[in-house]
Each structure stands twice: as C-alpha cells, then as structure tokens.
C-alpha cells in the first residue's frame, strides 16, 4: 500500500511538471497533446460512445424523397456513411427488431431505409386525395 501511494504521488508530480512546462512551451504542449490524443479513453461507457454516434445531424429522408424522387434518393442514400445511415434506422424507428445492427454494407442498409420508407409512404396513400367527400 505504501508503494502504491508514493508511486502516485512521484506520477502526479510528474503530471504537474509536463502541464507547467506545456503552457510555457507552446510547441511541446503540442507534442504531449498529440501523445495523449492516441491513448483511448477507457471510463467512456457505451451509451457516451452511441451517444456521440447519435449528435450527427439526421438529415430529413423525407424531403429528400420528395425532392429527388424514388430512384435519385436510393442513390443519393447509398453515398451516405454508415453512421449516419445507423443513425436514420434509429431516429426513424425503421428496425425495432435490430436485425440491422450487424450490417456493414452501406447499400444494403440503403436499400433497407429505401424499402422501409416507401412502404410507410405507401400505407398513408389511401388516405390522400380523397378530400372526405365520398359520392
């Protein structure tokens, strides 16, 4: 127990100096910056991890539809990185079952946001045009 407690305090002084020495030196501050960017940060959990995942900005599917039509926004999803495709599925409740989770192909989970939104489309349609007026 004693060792441990002196290693820990010869570590925080260690600590100390490298942090004065960093706002002295600009360029060496940049250096040790740069050393401890690499090391990954092992307290993060996974809800910070899809957390951060999820901060992307979504973009509305939905306006994209109608503005390129069918198969323009296919294309146009294929080019999408796989996050934010992930994070569509998500925001858009398309796989509640998470079947989609393991997918790595970004056209495969394009064709699955294509697909899963054409049919919520398609279940709205018979309701529109119709004005509430029956003859």
């Known amino acids: 127990m004693r060792k441990e407690k002196?290693?820990?305090t010869l570590l925080r002084g260690l600590v100390e100096l490298v942090?004065?020495?960093?706002?002295r030196n600009p360029e060496f501050g940049a250096k040790v910056?740069?050393?401890?960017?690499d090391i990954p940060n092992q307290r993060a959990s996974k809800k910070k991890a899809v957390a951060r995942?999820?901060?992307?900005?979504v973009p509305d599917i939905h306006?994209?539809?109608n503005n390129r039509g069918?198969?323009?926004f296919r294309l146009w999803l294929r080019d999408q990185p796989i996050p934010t495709l992930r994070n569509i599925v998500r925001s858009q409740d398309f796989d509640p079952t998470r079947r989609t989770i393991k997918w790595k192909e970004a056209e495969k989970l394009a064709e699955f946001i294509a697909d899963?939104?054409?049919a919520r489309l398609a279940r709205g349609s018979a309701f529109i045009g119709t004005g509430g007026v029956e003859s």
Not at 33 to 37: R, S
Not at 53 to 57: A, C, D, G, L, T
């Open 6 to 8: 002196a290693l820990i």
């Open 19 to 23: 942090a004065e020495e960093s706002d």
């Open 33 to 37: 910056e740069g050393l401890l960017f």
């Open 53 to 57: 995942q999820s901060e992307s900005p």
């Open 63 to 65: 306006a994209e539809w």
């Open 70 to 72: 069918e198969m323009e």
């Open 116 to 118: 899963g939104l054409r």
